[in-house]
């Protein structure tokens, strides 16, 4: 589980259960995709709570999963330059 800490003292991390969130501090868990089946039961990974694509379509959810922690740890979970 990778842990983004700012400048700031805020954590960022595509949530777990690896480690007790809690034990850091206050928590404020919010919502980085959504990831659900289309009409033709393929599956749309939509990321726009972080500003970011949709992908897809997926025949299977465990790749729709994989392909949403990828693009999320790529693109808004690693730290700013």
Avoid at 30 to 46: H, K, L, T, Y
Avoid at 72 to 78: D, N, P, T
Wanted: charged fraction near 20%; hydrophobic fraction near 45%; charge should be negative.
């Amino acid at each position: 589980m990778q842990l983004i800490i700012t400048a700031e003292g805020q954590v960022r991390c595509i949530y777990a259960e690896a480690i007790d969130l809690a034990t850091i501090g206050r928590m404020r868990i919010s919502r980085g995709s959504f990831v659900e089946p289309n009409v033709a039961g393929q599956w749309i990974v939509d990321l726009s709570p972080v500003q970011g694509p949709r992908l897809g379509p997926f025949a299977k959810r465990s790749a729709a999963l994989q392909s949403e922690i990828d693009w999320l740890e790529q693109h808004w979970l690693s730290p700013s330059p």
